[in-house]
Each structure stands twice: as C-alpha cells, then as structure tokens.
C-alpha cells in the first residue's frame, strides 16, 4: 500500500507541475545547475529501483504546492522527459544522458527522440523502451507536504534547515534562496549591485567564483556589515544570513544602493583591481579576502558622506589605504587560528574608525 501511495505522489507531481498547480520559483530555478553526470546517475537510480530522499513542499492559500526541497531531482527528472519549463514558461529542451556505473547503456539515452536536443544528433539518440519510461515513471519518490505556514520567517527557517546539510548548494546559494523566499525584489536589488562593473573590478572574482556566487556573498557581507550591529554571538555565517533576512524585509535600497555604488566607485578609481589586496612596500600582494574587505570596504561605506566632503575623495582613498597596510593593526586581522567572531570585531570597527579621520 504505500509503495502505491509513493508511486502516486510521483505522478501528482508531475500533473500538477503540467497543470501549474506545482511551483519552481523561476529564481530558484536559475540554481538548478548540476552537471550531465549527475542527472545521469539519478536517472541510473530511477531505473535500478533506488527511492529517492523526500522533496518537501509548501501547501498555498490556494491549494497550490511550492517546492522548498528537492530542486535538483525534480528539475532533472522533469528537463529529461522534456517538461521543464524555463522561467519565462517555454519548455526547455530536454536532455541525453551519458553512461554510468551500472548501466553503460544510458549513453545518449533519451526519453524520446527529439530535434530539440541539442548536443547529440537525432540518428545518434538511444530513446528508453516502454518499460524503462514506466519503471521511470513508477518509480518511488515521497512528498512531504508542510500546511500553509503562518509567517514567512516559518518558511525560509525550514527551507534553511532542510538544505543546510546537502551538497547541491553552497551558503550563499541557499541564502539567495531564503532572500527570494522573504522578498524577491531585494533579491534583484542585491543581484544588481553584484553585477556592477565597478564591483566586479574590485573584487577581481573569476568565472568559477561567480558561478559559485562569490559575488553576491560579498553584496550579503557589505550589506549587513555596513547596516547591521554585530553582538559578537552569533557565528558569522548565521549573522549574515539573519542579517540579510532583516534588511530584505526593511527593503530599504535607496540609501544602501547609492552607498554601495559610491564606495566601489571610489576603491576602483583609487586602486582598481588591487584595492582590497594587501600592500607591501607599496606593492599589492596576494588575493583579494574577508578581512580587507571588511576594513576596507565597509571601512569605507560607513564613511561614505564624510569621504565625499573631502576636497580629493579618491586620492584620499588611495593613501589610507596604503597607510592601513603598513599600520600595526593590520596584524591583528591575520593572527594564526583566528576565529571569524573575533575577526569581524575587529576588521570592521577599525576599518570605520581608519577612514573617519
């Protein structure tokens, strides 16, 4: 009875996810980015009769479901058979597998042939038999759904906490997800300030680290760092994700936006891409980190008004940098085995202190 009641839940999600009764966020979506490989093997683990770990859902005021766990496995499953749709609602193309492990003959697999696959010729594609389609789409999948919550704070606490443990998404990944979840145009907002060239200068980020969201990790650290008191107790990485949580709902933008564009505005002109690397002799080294990026970048926002009354803005930029590096402070930001509690407490409060004179 309930391998029936599982291979059922199966089967409501994908009608109802074709009737649109079953949300992907599209935001949420634009995260789905496992590699052929992986949606390979869980195809694999469809066919060898492997159930897979509950997805959990939200249940709407109108009876409709929102996914909160389960992105990955839903989006391949549903991109393979050729129903996932991007988010602007066209279908995307579906997918052909490689071959695994166990079952070498997934090679260009396909659920059926089809001209919209792109990186494997139609001749070429090797479209499932009957009964593989039907172990598919028999297979066990438990749907765990959890009744309308009665706050937003309810939802992204468990959407956290349900992820917080996996490997399909890193911190900030899951962060951007709670930031959608609590208002999505702070989410954009953040997303814009991420894209600034001036930014992305002075960050000195590579494809990978973006692609992996280091930029927007930044926004999070300058936003709450900037505009959020740290008590010393909580870990940093749950200070920034409760942090962000309280400046999404405040969804101020006006004042951080401006502030934001004026300080990386001014740390580009000053210095460019070496504006947050440590200085020796006069000479940048190194990478760009979290600790010149809380002394000197927060540093600088927090003073933002006071640095614009000066009569040269960027120069003077430029020489409290240079002189920060070689002030005895510095070291205190790099003793062996410091704890990030401890760091933030003192890159932050000094590097406000550094840039009010």
Not at 14 to 41: A, C, H, T
Not at 151 to 164: M, V
Request: net charge negative; with cysteine.
């Amino acid at each position: 009875m309930l391998k029936d009641e599982i291979e059922a839940a199966q089967r409501r999600v994908m009608n109802m996810y074709k009737d649109k009764e079953f949300v992907i966020n599209p935001d949420f979506q634009r995260l789905f980015r496992w590699e052929i490989g992986q949606k390979s093997k869980l195809i694999e683990s469809l066919l060898l009769g492997i159930p897979l770990p509950s997805i959990f859902v939200f249940e709407k005021e109108d009876a409709t479901w929102e996914l909160i766990d389960g992105l990955q496995r839903i989006s391949t499953l549903l991109e393979f058979m050729g129903e996932l749709r991007e988010p602007d609602g066209q279908l995307k193309p579906p997918t052909a597998l490689v071959a695994t492990k166990y079952l070498p003959s997934l090679d260009k697999a396909v659920w059926e042939k089809s001209e919209d696959i792109l990186d494997v010729p139609i001749d070429e594609q090797n479209p499932l038999m009957g009964p593989q389609q039907l172990a598919i789409k028999r297979s066990r999948l438990s749907v765990e759904i959890l009744k309308r919550p009665s706050e937003n704070a309810t939802k992204y606490d468990l959407f956290q906490r349900l992820n917080a443990g996996g490997i399909a998404a890193n911190a900030q990944e899951l962060r951007n997800c709670i930031i959608i979840m609590v208002n999505g145009q702070y989410a954009a907002f953040m997303r814009d300030l991420a894209a600034s060239e001036a930014f992305l200068t002075v960050l000195s980020a590579s494809e990978d680290q973006i692609e992996k969201q280091r930029h927007m990790e930044y926004v999070s650290r300058f936003l709450v760092h900037t505009y959020v008191p740290y008590d010393g107790k909580l870990d940093v990485e749950e200070f920034i994700d409760e942090g962000i949580v309280r400046l999404a709902e405040a969804n101020e933008t006006q004042k951080a936006g401006a502030t934001f564009s004026a300080t990386f505005a001014l740390l580009n002109q000053a210095h460019g891409n070496n504006a947050l690397r440590r200085f020796q002799d006069g000479v940048p080294t190194g990478r760009v980190g979290l600790a010149a990026f809380e002394a000197i970048a927060v540093g600088v926002a927090k003073n933002i008004d006071h640095i614009q009354g000066k009569t040269n803005p960027t120069e003077y930029v430029r020489q409290r940098i240079l002189d920060l590096w070689q002030s005895p402070a510095v070291q205190s930001f790099y003793t062996a085995g410091l704890r990030g509690t401890i760091r933030i407490q003192r890159t932050v409060p000094i590097g406000s202190e550094w840039f009010a004179t």
